[in-house]
């Protein structure tokens, strides 16, 4: 039996009843009176000079309030950086660029209207990939570098297209590398893409008469929007009010700064008057940003036996036009570069660079799912070359306490068991029946390992806060400042307050609408953080809440408020439970007979920070980034057709230290989500570019996602070594699950064809070349 | 979101359709026929294709007939791809359409917009091909039945001002064996790589038709002739096919040549096995 | 003949009730249930066919609305949306097995899936993948609506 009684339970979510009845409202579903709507104008040049716009006829046009260039608002705005004009000035940097804005009464007058300007472009040479940026004679995306505003954990190179660049030096790794028993060394890549919410994008802003700024918001990051609005348009922070109901997806597509700051530009142009402005599907993909590529080259050397002492690592981003995110997911990926491996001796130099790409933001696994690519499939050449199984060289050098981690911090007591989710992991697959099964003249069945881990890439100083305020009869209200981005943090927090007040989760009612003007402040909803740090804030405010309950009922009941505990919806003696009160009779004051009233509502406060953490060294990368690790193993089994090479991917495994689960139906959810995205990274998702870097594949008729039908088998299962500063011993899973996936999954190709496949998307016509290229390759 | 405006008329029957594209046409106006508009609406959306006006099929009885008529079975051009699934008449014809785009879209998606659309797919006219179908026509001139050879060539031959009434088959050939292939990229809810139909004829020869390998569907008699020659090896077969084929093999962002030509290959192996060659 | 020239007053029956609306003919139905009417569960996802957010019911089929005009289905057709479908077995059946995470996709889906048991109420999962796959859900990684689907059809029996 279960020591909790909330902990643990697959509580139905509390947002389902309205979810199933299509009553949850989004963003694009608001229409306030006197609504205006914007539509863009987007470049169809990756890279050109701006030469001209003429807006004179779309101005003209019927309905049309306004149009807004870039001239008109030249102000460069970013998360970290400051390099990104909401409209392009002077010139585009990548393919679906927006470089103007109609405003209209109607939004199909605003579309009509945009087809009236004229741009007109002269092609500049492009940047196609890392490679193409990093050469001497590149043309530089941002010449202006050295003039952009950064935060100072990022370290651009001016005079370059390297947006950042960060180093992880630890012990002697060129040195260890040439004493290595056995090297293996090799390139990885994949494509930009995109995270294809199925909410796109939206907002609706608004300057109120007193100059107050209104911004309803797709975003996982209110208060993020806020603060930036008012560093970047020079507005009081406490005049701007964000406004975020649930969003329809985010995978970190709606972190950061969004829409939000054009959504200002437009009401500002339009006198205040609120104005709408949502993506359509092909600007989802093209104007905002997507999912980050990569180049990798990995270098691993280890002893005979397949023990690892050393790897280099050169990870070089394609962040795209602008640096958003990616300058963020860049070093996130140095952070933990090596994958959940002890390797004593690492230098791993991780670059941002500038392409001229749709350019890339936050995305599911943050860096994790980048660097566990190329580090996977290293993982399984080395196990080749040393000749040992590819889950048993994983077994040997998987991270344990005591380890010390890239950014050489040590690994604590904390530190979740990833043999125990190998064991698992491996069952499961059924491993020790074979990873290559011949199943007749056409057909073979292979299977492929990869381990994951993932820590949050957040600043240290990362806080969040509850505030837990009554109703009359007894219930609670919870407030924090996380979203619901359909992961069901919301539900787990009721279940951990729950817990505390000993009641159900239906008596905690949430505020699913986060409003920056009376939640409690928090980062953002994203690195999979919420449950933990806005868990340990809820039950901090239980804890004070309980504290003034048991304050004030200890007065009628005359005794002292130590002895009186709280559960079912009562407060009584521990002792001797008959003797107590309702809540109700407490929460809002206590009321004596004769009308006499004593200490008034109560009102729980939480609060939480990040404890101990601190950036890392620019020269070593020496430092204690990351909050906790979560820790894990995944493995898939695909059949392949060896004449068309078209394959399937029959099931899927994952085992995860998460601490401790707190809804194993909200788990098991978030981790299958996470894992069919990875097979989509894997299968088929990348932006297809021609020679002028146009995206040929930004709609969804030519982007393929995963549809019903083509998931596999999945099979989760979590160990629960407890996180000891995490609410119930809980750590982050909501983005996990998609990181050891790709690997897994080209490894299991790879061992299908018996050829090296280093790439992703994995389709089946490209299988096809590499086979052949390596056939011919033999045979010369 | 269409941002465009235009008019939409919905004429109860042929004369009353035909009349009014001419009309329109007098008063300069640049009308389209519409059936299922999963073509003409996703493609009005961008505000790329610009029309005046759009003439609704769907309210035409004979564009919506779908039964048995003497030897033939009678397939109205407005009838859903879904329509025809379910009722089956024709297994091959069935076959082919099964596949396209997804099973919701195809609620809506009609049997003469796939065949006289502008995409180069049009995979449901593959079996139309292969069985002597006839191809009713209405327009100005009125009505015209032309026969599959007459009625098509890289894309329907329709008049200015005419549309598609109805497709008639003979009722024997959804007797005989048949067999479809179908190859995408990766996702199934896709537009083809190939998409192939044949048929084995009364006199055991073997007929084959081809969408989405180039740039237009066709069927043509030299490429039969050597598909059905027993002298030859599989592979040489196709080596002769391909150097038939009115234009080269498609090269795009879906599949290089090279990838279509194994696929080619693999198909036509299918095939023959499956209707059993000369054997 | 039915003629639409300029904006146009056209009779929508749905979800039981008839709604008069005053409707551009390009104006998709889509459009028309969400910003003219208020029905705002069926969703746009793309606008182009491909995502089955938009899918309504007209006449008992799931259809793309998004590829819908609004103009055909004047004074005739029977539109149901998800606001019009209370209670059902698959919704049900939606909260008990997480067919949903966001809730995006959830309207088209369930739409979709209501008139597949309808239809077929004991579809075997080949013809489960055949109506379903009209659909995408970027959440759940489909595994939550099949079981959603499984434990509707043993319900049903
Ligand atoms: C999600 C999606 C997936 C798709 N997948 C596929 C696929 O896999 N394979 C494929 O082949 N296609 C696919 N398509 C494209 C689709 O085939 C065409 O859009 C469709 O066939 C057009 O049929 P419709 O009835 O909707 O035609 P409409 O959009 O109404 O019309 C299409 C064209 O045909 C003309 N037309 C229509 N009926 C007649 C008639 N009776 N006489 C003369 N002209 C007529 C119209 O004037 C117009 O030019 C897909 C479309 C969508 C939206
Ligand atoms: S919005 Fe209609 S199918 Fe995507
Ligand atoms: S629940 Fe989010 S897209 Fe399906």
């Known amino acids: 039996m279960s020591e909790f009684k909330q902990i643990g339970r697959s509580f139905s979510r509390t947002d389902g009843l309205d979810k199933v009845h299509g009553k949850q409202e989004y963003v694009n579903d608001y229409q306030p009176t006197g609504l205006l709507h914007a539509a863009l104008k987007i470049s169809t040049h990756a890279h050109a000079k701006i030469k001209s716009i003429d807006t004179a006829e779309a101005e003209a046009a019927s309905g049309v309030q306004a149009v807004i260039t870039g001239d008109d608002f030249p102000v460069t705005l970013g998360l970290y950086m400051g390099d990104h004009p909401p409209l392009a000035l002077h010139k585009v940097r990548h393919y679906g660029e927006p470089v103007a804005a109609v405003i209209a009464n109607t939004e199909h007058q605003a579309k009509n209207a945009v087809e009236l300007i004229k741009v007109k472009y002269e092609d500049l040479e492009v940047i196609s990939s890392p490679t193409d940026g990093l050469k001497a004679n590149a043309p530089l995306l941002h010449e202006n570098m050295d003039e952009y505003t950064h935060i100072d954990a990022v370290h651009p190179e001016p005079g370059s297209n390297v947006a950042n660049h960060t180093k992880i030096r630890k012990g002697e790794a060129a040195q260890a590398i040439a004493d290595a028993e056995i090297v293996i060394e090799d390139t990885f890549s994949f494509p930009p893409c995109d995270h294809v919410a199925m909410e796109t994008r939206a907002v609706i802003s608004e300057i109120k008469a007193n100059g107050n700024v209104v911004i309803h918001s797709t975003t996982q990051a209110p208060f993020t929007v806020k603060e930036l609005l008012s560093f970047n348009f020079d507005i009081p922070v406490g005049k701007i009010k964000i406004i975020a109901p649930p969003i329809g997806g985010g995978f970190g597509g709606k972190a950061g700064i969004q829409l939000e700051g054009l959504g200002y530009l437009l009401t500002k142009a339009a006198d205040g008057r609120p104005v709408k402005l949502v993506n359509d599907r092909e600007e989802d993909m093209l104007s905002s940003p997507g999912h980050i590529g990569m180049e990798a080259k990995v270098r691993l050397g280890a002893t005979a036996d397949g023990k690892l002492i050393a790897a280099e690592l050169d990870y070089h981003f394609d962040a795209g036009a602008y640096a958003d995110y990616a300058v963020n997911v860049s070093n996130a990926a140095a952070i933990s570069c090596t994958g959940p491996y002890d390797i004593p001796n690492v230098r791993c130099d991780s670059l941002c660079v500038y392409t001229n790409h749709p350019f890339a933001t936050a995305f599911r696994g943050f860096g994790h799912v980048e660097l566990a690519f190329p580090i996977e499939r290293s993982m399984d050449l080395l196990a080749e070359k040393a000749g040992i199984d590819p889950v048993e060289i994983r077994m040997k050098n998987a991270i344990k306490e005591g380890d010390t981690s890239p950014t050489q911090s040590l690994m604590d007591a904390n530190t979740g068991d990833l043999r125990e989710c190998i064991k698992r992991a491996a069952k499961m697959i059924n491993w020790d029946q074979g990873s290559f099964i011949k199943k007749d003249e056409n057909k073979v069945i292979a299977k492929g390992f990869g381990l994951l881990w993932k820590s949050p890439a957040m600043p240290p100083n990362t806080g969040a806060g509850a505030i837990i305020t009554f109703n009359k009869d007894g219930s609670l209200n919870l407030h924090t400042g996380i979203m619901e981005i359909g992961q069901g943090s919301k539900t787990g927090l009721a279940q951990i307050v729950a817990e505390r007040f000993g009641t159900s989760p239906e008596n905690i009612h949430l505020v699913q609408e986060v409003n920056t003007e009376t939640a409690p402040h928090d980062w953002s909803t994203a690195a999979s953080r919420s449950l933990m740090m806005a868990g340990r804030a809820a039950l901090e405010a239980a804890d004070d809440a309980i504290d003034q309950i048991c304050r004030t009922a200890a007065i009628p009941l005359r005794c002292p408020p130590e002895d009186l505990i709280v559960e079912g919806g009562r407060v009584f003696l521990e002792d001797e439970p008959s003797i107590g009160l309702p809540l109700d009779d407490v929460v809002h004051g206590y009321v004596y007979e004769n009308g006499n009233a004593i200490e008034g509502q109560v009102i729980g406060r939480g609060n939480y920070i990040a404890r101990r953490l601190s950036g890392i060294d620019p020269e070593t990368g020496k430092g204690r980034p990351s909050l906790e690790y979560t820790l894990g193993a995944q493995a898939v089994e695909i059949e392949l057709d060896l004449n068309d090479y078209s394959y399937q991917i029959k099931k899927a495994v994952s085992c995860m230290d998460v601490g401790k689960v707190i809804n194993p139906n909200l788990a098991r959810g978030q981790v299958v989500g996470a894992i069919s995205m990875g097979i989509g990274l894997a299968r088929s998702e990348g932006f297809v570019f021609n020679s002028r870097e146009q995206v040929v594949n930004g709609v969804l008729r030519d982007y393929k996602v995963l549809r019903y039908g083509e998931e596999p088998e999945y099979e989760i299962d979590f160990v629960e070594t407890p996180q000891g500063d995490g609410p119930f011993g809980l750590r982050g899973l909501g983005e996990q699950g998609i990181i050891g996936i790709p690997g897994a999954i080209a490894n299991a190709l790879s061992r299908a064809t018996g050829v090296k496949l280093n790439y992703i998307p994995l389709l089946p016509e490209d299988i096809w070349q590499s086979v052949k290229e390596a056939s011919h390759n033999d045979s010369i | ?279 | 003949m039915k003629a639409y020239e300029n904006i146009s007053l056209v009779k929508l029956k749905v979800n039981g009730e008839t709604r008069d609306v005053a409707i551009r003919p390009a104006d998709t139905l889509l459009r028309v249930l969400r910003e003219k009417l208020g029905l705002t569960a069926a969703k746009p996802g793309c606008e182009n066919g491909d995502c089955g957010a938009c899918t309504v019911l007209i006449n008992e089929k799931p259809v793309k609305s998004c590829m819908k005009l609004a103009v055909e289905v004047d004074a005739g057709a029977e539109i149901i949306t998800l606001e019009g479908i209370k209670n059902s077995i698959i919704q049900e059946t939606f909260l008990e097995e997480d067919g949903f995470q966001c809730g995006y996709c959830t309207p088209g889906f369930l739409v979709n899936a209501y008139a597949l048991l309808k239809e077929h109420p004991d579809a075997d999962d080949k013809l489960a993948k055949e109506w379903l796959e009209s659909n995408i859900c970027r959440c759940t990684g489909y595994e939550g609506i099949r079981n959603a689907l499984k434990l509707a059809q043993e319900k049903l029996k």
Request: aromatic share 10%; with cysteine.
């Open chain 2, 1 to 279: 979101m269409i941002p465009f405006n235009f008019k939409y008329y919905r004429p109860a029957n042929i004369e009353e359709a035909v009349e009014l594209y001419q009309q329109l046409k007098a008063d300069g106006e640049k009308s389209i026929y519409y059936a299922g508009g999963t073509e003409i609406v996703t493609n009005a959306r961008d505000g790329q294709k610009k029309y005046d006006a759009l003439i609704d099929l769907k309210d035409i009885n004979e564009c919506l007939e779908h039964g048995e008529k003497n030897d033939e079975y009678v397939f109205g051009a407005c009838l859903t791809l879904n329509e025809i699934v379910e009722k089956d008449y024709f297994p091959l014809f069935s076959l082919a359409c099964r596949p396209v785009a997804d099973h919701t879209t195809r609620n809506q998606l009609t049997m003469g917009g796939n065949i006289c659309g502008k995409l180069p797919y049009r995979e449901v006219i593959l079996p139309l091909m292969l069985v002597e179908a006839n191809f009713v026509f209405a327009g100005p001139e009125g009505m015209r039945t032309v026969a599959a050879a007459e009625a098509y060539d890289k894309r329907m031959l329709l008049n200015e001002g005419e549309f598609l009434v109805q497709v008639k088959v003979p009722k024997k050939f959804a007797e005989l064996d048949y067999h479809d292939v179908r190859k995408v990229k990766q996702s199934e809810v896709d537009y083809p790589l190939l998409h192939l139909a044949a048929l084995k004829d009364e006199a055991d020869q073997i007929r084959i038709a081809f969408s989405s390998i180039c740039a237009f569907p066709f069927r043509l008699e030299d490429i039969e002739a050597i598909f059905n020659d027993s002298q030859l090896e599989m592979e040489e077969k196709v080596e002769q096919i391909v150097a038939k084929f009115p234009i080269p093999i498609k090269d795009d962002k879906r599949g290089s040549a090279d990838y279509r030509r194994l696929l080619l290959g693999q198909s036509l192996a299918e095939i023959w096995h499956k209707l059993g060659g000369d054997a």
